[in-house]
């Protein structure tokens, strides 16, 4: 959406204005709260008194003129910004592009990140709304009444109004934070007015009949000005004085009609029939009137004091004041017909829209076009522009233009058709493309065969756009393409994403793009990961040449998720810092998915254990805000900083991040590589919830003897650490050997798939099987294969995770004359670094440090775990009960902060137990 600057222009104070210091004075008082509210109907010069309080003070001002558009809660959030960096440059860039994106965040995320940016201006500044009361829409009032109650103390709000808007206006009140300017504030008093109409409207009125106008207006400055712009010229000033009383909208039709007919033809005509338009500028009017004096004209109107007002320094755009326009629309609907000779309203607005269309304002052309109800012509400007708003993200624009449009004439525009699937695909209403599919589909044979074309034109088959329409057989490819991906039919993906690489030509960049990106996903599917990479690389590189930068994120991110799981995390370090760079070489405002960016880099380094690094990233991230991150990927934030506090031993704070992770999980088209749900059982297993574990299981169908797919493959390695801790609390020989298995089957298909990420992983619950097994050898033998993996890519976490049994094999490592020796000792430094070192006299009184002493007991059935014995073996061994063994054990657990008996042989190692 393009910005009218003229939105944003502060008008300036006239030159001759009545002084008003007993009102300006109120409004100097007031800054110290909140709110200044200016409410008053029209005509009581609500907009002159804040223009002449602004110039009479240096504080950096936001001002902002509301119109019924901005009731649109995008619209009017995106003005909002652009008004705000008038005090700040650059002041919500990030949140203009989260505005942009197909499914922006929630109200509460954009207000929470605007309410931030708008908390680093430094120094104190003036926000002003003008003409609140055109805004109807709840979701508005809402975020104002959020900035409101959230105000930054630099910041204060001044509202002009014509009714008083859905604030807590009471609350603000009681607490001293409001300060109002009502209609009897704002009427002008016995000397103002005299003031007023003899020195700025250079009238030479008695005191009689100036008293007897401000009785009649009640002080209301646009009747007067009206009845001043009515006295003059007249011979008898207080006959006519005398000759009108009423309402202020009574008065205001007859001083209306009074002042038009004081005008010449020509100035009647230019005032009625240009007073539908927005905003006025001379060329816009020499096009509406088929005139060429149109500039000339609004100077004129301008001096003559004709409720015109500037828009901008340069005066080349200029607007009516608002009760001036409504009266003078009024009058044009009665005035104007199909047989006068400027043509009906119809035919005004339909040469606003063609001058604006040849303007390049684009939006504004579609929407006069739309009020005269020249759809056709509204049609052809939409597809005209439609790759523009294709690739600059605007589908919500184009989908209301579209439901504007009639029906019928959108389903003989092939190319209106797709542009139509493109929207609401883009908007998340894939169910509801699926009729306009169908209609596009049924001319998709004329846009390739001459013979087929002559009967679609003969059928009624309208196209303004023939490039569009020559590639309409490739945009149903692609949406053929996204069906099939959206049914999970691989085949069917591959094969449609294919046929629009097929039907593509070199110029068609997005679509290659698109193409070759879904070829990938067809791979990744089906984990031939080395294929997808490839084709998700080549469709990057599309993207890259087209300018598609934040697409160009999107694919970096699952290009990293393919390197991890292959163990690669020097491609991903180089991943991330390369598309890093190409965003920053944009500048600002910075890109959608930047952020997401330093939320890979800091799951990079917590792989490598570097924790430290990793918190900073997340900084960075959370500093950028929701405005720098792809919608679609916003929960891989909260599940990065999940990832980081289980790391760092805070395993409520991960659980807690994750269900925040969820509830901002998007449905996306590629699947999850590590999903959400299945980060949280891993999380209940460190925490020993086995029963909320096993109902992840359940509810997921997960289990030992499923067949082995790669889009499953986190979620059995997950199920197999839940079996080897449930084995540990029951210790069962046929689960024990079921879970070998499992470990052993998980392994052989990671190991063919070249999944060495996956590998490293699934080695170390080897180790673990292996040494609860007793082949102590076998167990030392695959973590050193697990070492040796892991050591050239740095791959550190989840050895970092395995616990206390781990550490006492690496320990042995260090001491032997094995190749990993050198990387054991570097995982040994960094868990002394999380868990700090344990010296000689340390371990000597660490024993006393438990939260509670061992009973001898309990001690004695410590010092048989070591042996291998089972609890059933154990309890034989000391003539007790089986359940009775199983208390001590877990007893020792609680006591000594472990979760298995390997932690807890190692545990007693360290405290001299053994």
Same mark, same amino acid.
């Given at each position: 959406?393009?910005?009218?600057?003229?939105?944003?222009?502060?008008?300036?104070?006239?030159?001759?204005?009545?002084?008003?210091?007993?009102?300006?004075?109120?409004?100097?008082?007031?800054?110290?709260?909140?709110?200044?509210?200016?409410?008053?109907?029209?005509?009581?010069?609500?907009?002159?008194?804040?223009?002449?309080?602004?110039?009479?003070?240096?504080?950096?001002?936001?001002?902002?003129?509301?119109?019924?558009?901005?009731?649109?809660?995008?619209?009017?959030?995106?003005?909002?910004?652009?008004?705000?960096?008038?005090?700040?440059?650059?002041?919500?860039?990030?949140?203009?592009?989260?505005?942009?994106?197909?499914?922006?965040?929630?109200?509460?995320?954009?207000?929470?990140?605007?309410?931030?940016?708008?908390?680093?201006?430094?120094?104190?500044?003036?926000?002003?709304?003008?003409?609140?009361?055109?805004?109807?829409?709840?979701?508005?009032?809402?975020?104002?009444?959020?900035?409101?109650?959230?105000?930054?103390?630099?910041?204060?709000?001044?509202?002009?109004?014509?009714?008083?808007?859905?604030?807590?206006?009471?609350?603000?009140?009681?607490?001293?934070?409001?300060?109002?300017?009502?209609?009897?504030?704002?009427?002008?008093?016995?000397?103002?007015?005299?003031?007023?109409?003899?020195?700025?409207?250079?009238?030479?009125?008695?005191?009689?009949?100036?008293?007897?106008?401000?009785?009649?207006?009640?002080?209301?400055?646009?009747?007067?000005?009206?009845?001043?712009?009515?006295?003059?010229?007249?011979?008898?000033?207080?006959?006519?004085?005398?000759?009108?009383?009423?309402?202020?909208?009574?008065?205001?039709?007859?001083?209306?009609?009074?002042?038009?007919?004081?005008?010449?033809?020509?100035?009647?005509?230019?005032?009625?029939?240009?007073?539908?338009?927005?905003?006025?500028?001379?060329?816009?009017?020499?096009?509406?009137?088929?005139?060429?004096?149109?500039?000339?004209?609004?100077?004129?109107?301008?001096?003559?004091?004709?409720?015109?007002?500037?828009?901008?320094?340069?005066?080349?755009?200029?607007?009516?004041?608002?009760?001036?326009?409504?009266?003078?629309?009024?009058?044009?609907?009665?005035?104007?017909?199909?047989?006068?000779?400027?043509?009906?309203?119809?035919?005004?607005?339909?040469?606003?829209?063609?001058?604006?269309?040849?303007?390049?304002?684009?939006?504004?052309?579609?929407?006069?076009?739309?009020?005269?109800?020249?759809?056709?012509?509204?049609?052809?400007?939409?597809?005209?522009?439609?790759?523009?708003?294709?690739?600059?993200?605007?589908?919500?624009?184009?989908?209301?233009?579209?439901?504007?449009?009639?029906?019928?004439?959108?389903?003989?525009?092939?190319?209106?058709?797709?542009?139509?699937?493109?929207?609401?695909?883009?908007?998340?209403?894939?169910?509801?493309?699926?009729?306009?599919?169908?209609?596009?589909?049924?001319?998709?044979?004329?846009?390739?065969?001459?013979?087929?074309?002559?009967?679609?034109?003969?059928?009624?088959?309208?196209?303004?756009?023939?490039?569009?329409?020559?590639?309409?057989?490739?945009?149903?490819?692609?949406?053929?393409?996204?069906?099939?991906?959206?049914?999970?039919?691989?085949?069917?993906?591959?094969?449609?994403?294919?046929?629009?690489?097929?039907?593509?030509?070199?110029?068609?960049?997005?679509?290659?793009?698109?193409?070759?990106?879904?070829?990938?996903?067809?791979?990744?599917?089906?984990?031939?990961?080395?294929?997808?990479?490839?084709?998700?690389?080549?469709?990057?590189?599309?993207?890259?040449?087209?300018?598609?930068?934040?697409?160009?994120?999107?694919?970096?991110?699952?290009?990293?998720?393919?390197?991890?799981?292959?163990?690669?995390?020097?491609?991903?370090?180089?991943?991330?810092?390369?598309?890093?760079?190409?965003?920053?070489?944009?500048?600002?405002?910075?890109?959608?998915?930047?952020?997401?960016?330093?939320?890979?880099?800091?799951?990079?380094?917590?792989?490598? +254990? /570097?924790?430290?690094? &990793?918190?900073?990233? $997340? @900084?960075? !991230? *959370?500093? #950028?805000?929701?405005?720098?991150?792809? %919608? =679609?990927?916003?929960?891989?934030?909260?599940?990065?900083?999940?990832?980081?506090?289980?790391?760092? +031993? /805070?395993?409520?704070? &991960?659980?807690?991040? $994750? @269900?925040? !992770? *969820?509830? #901002?999980?998007?449905?996306?088209?590629? %699947? =999850?590589?590590?999903?959400?749900?299945?980060?949280?059982?891993?999380?209940?297993?460190?925490?020993?919830?086995?029963?909320?574990?096993?109902?992840?299981? $359940? @509810?997921?169908?997960?289990?030992?003897?499923?067949?082995?797919?790669?889009?499953?493959?986190?979620?059995?390695?997950?199920?197999?650490?839940?079996?080897?801790?449930?084995?540990?609390?029951?210790?069962?020989?046929?689960?024990?050997?079921?879970?070998?298995?499992?470990?052993?089957?998980?392994?052989?298909?990671?190991?063919?798939?070249?999944?060495?990420?996956?590998?490293?992983?699934?080695?170390?619950?080897?180790?673990?099987?292996?040494?609860?097994?007793?082949?102590?050898?076998?167990?030392?033998?695959?973590?050193?294969?697990?070492?040796?993996?892991?050591?050239?890519?740095?791959?550190?976490?989840?050895?970092?995770?395995?616990?206390?049994?781990?550490?006492?094999?690496?320990?042995?490592?260090?001491?032997?004359?094995?190749?990993?020796?050198?990387?054991?000792?570097?995982?040994?430094?960094?868990?002394?670094?999380?868990?700090?070192?344990?010296?000689?006299?340390?371990?000597?009184?660490?024993?006393?440090?438990?939260?509670?002493?061992?009973?001898?007991?309990?001690?004695?059935?410590?010092?048989?775990?070591?042996?291998?014995?089972?609890?059933?073996?154990?309890?034989?061994?000391?003539?007790?009960?089986?359940?009775?063994?199983?208390?001590?054990?877990?007893?020792?657990?609680?006591?000594?902060?472990?979760?298995?008996?390997?932690?807890?042989?190692?545990?007693?190692?360290?405290?001299?137990?053994?």
């Amino acid at each position: 959406m393009s910005i009218l600057n003229t939105k944003l222009y502060t008008p300036p104070a006239r030159a001759k204005v009545v002084a008003r210091p007993r009102l300006l004075d109120r409004i100097t008082e007031g800054v110290a709260g909140r709110l200044t509210l200016v409410s008053a109907p029209a005509g009581f010069g609500k907009t002159t008194l804040v223009s002449s309080w602004l110039s009479q003070h240096d504080q950096p001002v936001a001002w902002l003129s509301l119109d019924e558009r901005d009731s649109d809660f995008t619209r009017f959030l995106t003005y909002l910004i652009a008004a705000l960096q008038a005090v700040k440059p650059g002041l919500g860039d990030g949140i203009m592009n989260m505005l942009k994106a197909p499914q922006p965040p929630t109200a509460e995320a954009i207000l929470t990140e605007l309410h931030d940016e708008i908390s680093s201006v430094v120094h104190a500044f003036i926000l002003v709304l003008d003409d609140y009361h055109v805004i109807d829409a709840p979701p508005v009032d809402e975020a104002l009444n959020f900035l409101i109650e959230h105000l930054p103390p630099q910041m204060h709000v001044v509202i002009t109004t014509r009714e008083d808007p859905p604030l807590p206006l009471p609350r603000l009140r009681a607490r001293g934070q409001l300060t109002e300017l009502r209609a009897e504030d704002l009427r002008f008093i016995p000397s103002e007015a005299a003031q007023f109409l003899n020195e700025v409207m250079g009238l030479n009125l008695s005191a009689e009949n100036i008293a007897t106008l401000e009785a009649r207006t009640e002080g209301w400055i646009a009747g007067l000005q009206l009845a001043a712009l009515s006295v003059r010229g007249r011979s008898d000033p207080a006959g006519f004085i005398e000759a009108f009383t009423g309402s202020h909208r009574y008065v205001a039709d007859y001083l209306i009609a009074e002042v038009l007919e004081q005008q010449p033809e020509g100035i009647q005509t230019f005032l009625l029939h240009t007073s539908f338009l927005d905003r006025l500028s001379g060329p816009l009017c020499d096009a509406v009137l088929e005139t060429a004096s149109s500039q000339k004209t609004l100077e004129d109107l301008l001096r003559a004091n004709l409720f015109v007002i500037p828009l901008d320094d340069e005066r080349r755009w200029y607007r009516y004041h608002h009760l001036f326009a409504d009266i003078l629309r009024r009058r044009l609907q009665e005035n104007l017909s199909s047989n006068t000779r400027q043509g009906s309203l119809s035919e005004l607005q339909r040469r606003a829209g063609n001058w604006f269309d040849a303007e390049g304002l684009h939006h504004e052309a579609i929407r006069y076009m739309l009020a005269a109800q020249d759809f056709d012509r509204a049609a052809d400007i939409i597809e005209m522009i439609g790759p523009v708003i294709r690739r600059s993200r605007q589908e919500v624009a184009m989908f209301n233009w579209l439901k504007a449009l009639p029906e019928e004439l959108i389903r003989v525009r092939p190319v209106l058709c797709a542009e139509y699937v493109w929207a609401l695909i883009s908007i998340g209403q894939l169910a509801f493309a699926e009729d306009w599919f169908n209609y596009a589909v049924q001319w998709e044979d004329a846009a390739v065969n001459a013979e087929a074309r002559q009967k679609a034109v003969a059928a009624g088959m309208v196209v303004a756009n023939e490039e569009e329409f020559r590639s309409l057989p490739m945009r149903i490819a692609i949406y053929q393409a996204i069906r099939a991906q959206a049914q999970g039919d691989v085949l069917g993906t591959a094969k449609y994403a294919q046929r629009t690489l097929d039907l593509s030509t070199e110029k068609d960049v997005l679509a290659r793009g698109a193409a070759t990106a879904m070829l990938g996903i067809a791979s990744w599917v089906s984990g031939d990961l080395e294929t997808a990479y490839r084709s998700f690389s080549t469709g990057m590189a599309h993207l890259t040449k087209e300018g598609s930068f934040s697409d160009v994120i999107g694919g970096t991110l699952v290009l990293a998720d393919i390197r991890v799981v292959q163990g690669r995390l020097t491609d991903v370090k180089k991943l991330y810092e390369e598309s890093l760079q190409l965003a920053q070489q944009q500048g600002k405002p910075v890109l959608i998915g930047t952020a997401d960016l330093h939320g890979g880099l800091s799951d990079l380094c917590r792989r490598r +254990g /570097d924790l430290e690094t &990793a918190a900073r990233h $997340l @900084e960075v !991230a *959370e500093k #950028l805000g929701e405005g720098a991150a792809l %919608p =679609e990927h916003r929960f891989r934030r909260s599940v990065a900083a999940a990832r980081l506090q289980q790391a760092k +031993g /805070d395993l409520k704070s &991960a659980f807690d991040l $994750l @269900e925040e !992770a *969820e509830r #901002l999980q998007q449905p996306f088209p590629i %699947p =999850e590589m590590r999903p959400v749900a299945a980060l949280k059982a891993r999380v209940l297993i460190a925490q020993g919830h086995l029963m909320d574990a096993q109902t992840w299981a $359940l @509810e997921h169908r997960l289990s030992s003897k499923d067949d082995l797919s790669f889009l499953r493959e986190f979620e059995h390695i997950t199920l197999a650490r839940l079996m080897i801790a449930h084995y540990e609390r029951e210790e069962s020989a046929e689960e024990l050997l079921e879970v070998s298995d499992f470990v052993e089957r998980l392994l052989a298909a990671a190991e063919e798939g070249g999944r060495t990420g996956r590998m490293v992983e699934i080695l170390l619950l080897r180790v673990w099987v292996q040494q609860t097994q007793g082949k102590s050898i076998s167990a030392m033998s695959s973590l050193e294969h697990a070492l040796n993996l892991a050591e050239s890519e740095g791959i550190a976490d989840v050895f970092l995770n395995e616990g206390g049994f781990l550490q006492d094999l690496l320990r042995r490592l260090v001491t032997s004359s094995s190749e990993g020796r050198s990387f054991a000792r570097h995982l040994l430094s960094l868990l002394s670094e999380r868990t700090g070192p344990m010296t000689d006299s340390t371990q000597r009184g660490a024993a006393s440090d438990l939260v509670e002493p061992l009973t001898p007991r309990e001690i004695e059935i410590l010092r048989l775990i070591p042996t291998g014995m089972t609890n059933q073996e154990i309890a034989d061994h000391l003539f007790i009960s089986l359940a009775t063994v199983k208390r001590h054990i877990s007893n020792v657990y609680g006591k000594m902060d472990v979760r298995h008996r390997m932690e807890a042989v190692v545990r007693a190692r360290e405290l001299n137990l053994l």
